[in-house]
């Protein structure tokens, strides 16, 4: 049956993505199954989405809920869950405008947007530039792939939108040489995600921070994979003292129901994006914001971050014991529950191997193995983990 799904799907869907032999069939708890019934251990969370895990109940009922009261209106009405979820997004995140968008990408747009419109009203110039990061990943739009710091998902697609400028994370001098009176934002990943799993360092982001308080520049952080708990604080920011102009999330915001936001402070909310500069029909709708206003509560009724500041130092100190143990491990780094392992080889054959052993993992490039579990994971899963990757490290030739 599976293989009859996976041969349906190469006829029909557009071959963007070169997908694993498995079709998913339903998940529970930190558990998934395929339509064979096979079970695997998740360490992937629908690439960091997931955070409650599957079958949460409440999450489900409150969805089911809403479904029967109200799905869509547009955003020419205002309806409760979105002002709802705006609200608890404000005191999470310590921000205050919110847009709800369907996507990260989408997040990304319109912080882009926001910071021009911000430059644009100083000036009234068009000619503004971002600096963003190499090797950074911030989504496959228009706009955001041309902030995208990595040539190769831009190179068919050139010339994007323009005006951006690439220094090197963790390098303030970088940052510094490349900015001018043009300069309107500098946009980073808090944790850089796809590029391999590199944290900013608090020194580079306070060097940041004071750079653009000088010189009246946005600074964008990305969270969209990053925040909503996985390095053990609601943002990743958070942990740093460094608060941003403009934030991007989406992933774990929903828990699975596609939805994102960007947010802003008040200073750049009132001299920024007005009726009329940007619009979504389906962003804030009522069913993805009922997703977003459970999961805040959810993350605080069950005390997940205070889970991830507990497992995730453990799962890293168990990383590290298979670095010492194994001399082709180069390197364990990341935070919370965002870790990487990076290995002198490519890691493909390795992520094969533990699903054939009932394991889900991803990577961050060719020689990184990327663990983003959900967010309620017990030392008993990292150990279930570890056993089960120790045994594809040692038979994997």
């Not at 360092?201 to 994979?225: G, P, Y």
């Not at 143990?325 to 290995?343: I, P, S």
Request: aromatic share 8%; hydrophobic share 40%.
């Amino acid at each position: 049956m599976m293989q009859q799904y996976i041969e349906d799907a190469e006829k029909s869907l557009l071959h963007t993505y070169n997908r694993y032999q498995i079709v998913l069939d339903k998940g529970e708890g930190v558990y998934l199954y395929d339509l064979d019934g096979k079970k695997y251990l998740d360490f992937v969370s629908g690439i960091a989405v997931f955070a409650l895990g599957y079958k949460n109940e409440a999450y489900n009922e409150a969805l089911k809920e809403q479904i029967d009261k109200l799905i869509h209106t547009s955003n020419y009405f205002y309806n409760v869950p979105a002002v709802e979820a705006a609200k608890k997004l404000k005191k999470a995140s310590g921000m205050d405008r919110v847009f709800f968008t369907n996507s990260g990408a989408e997040a990304i747009e319109g912080a882009i947007k926001a910071a021009r419109k911000y430059a644009f009203l100083k000036d009234g110039s068009t000619d503004h530039e971002i600096i963003a990061m190499n090797h950074s990943f911030h989504g496959r739009t228009m706009g955001a792939l041309s902030v995208t710091g990595n040539p190769h998902y831009r190179e068919a697609f050139e010339p994007g939108i323009g005006n951006i400028r690439f220094a090197e994370m963790n390098n303030f001098e970088s940052v510094k040489a490349l900015v001018n009176d043009k300069t309107c934002a500098i946009l980073l990943e808090t944790v850089q995600g796809e590029g391999g799993i590199y944290p900013a360092t608090e020194e580079f982001m306070k060097n940041i921070r004071a750079l653009c308080d000088e010189k009246d520049i946005l600074l964008i952080l990305d969270e969209i994979q990053c925040g909503m708990g996985r390095t053990g604080t609601m943002f990743a920011w958070q942990k740093y003292g460094v608060k941003p102009d403009i934030m991007t999330s989406a992933k774990a915001l929903g828990c699975g129901v596609p939805v994102g936001a960007f947010l802003m402070t008040e200073k750049v909310g009132q001299n920024s994006l007005a009726a009329g500069d940007h619009g979504t029909t389906y962003g804030g709708n009522p069913l993805a914001c009922a997703a977003v206003s459970k999961v805040l509560d959810l993350f605080e009724e069950q005390k997940i971050l205070d889970n991830v500041n507990e497992v995730g130092p453990y799962l890293k100190e168990k990383l590290n014991e298979l670095k010492e143990q194994y001399d082709f491990v180069r390197d364990v780094r990341g935070a919370g529950l965002m870790l990487g392992m990076e290995l002198d080889r490519p890691v493909a054959p390795y992520i094969v191997k533990a699903q054939e052993k009932g394991l889900m993992l991803i990577n961050a490039g060719q020689y990184i193995i990327r663990m983003v579990p959900p967010l309620v994971i017990t030392r008993q899963n990292v150990d279930d983990m570890i056993a089960i990757l120790k045994e594809c490290l040692e038979t994997v030739e």
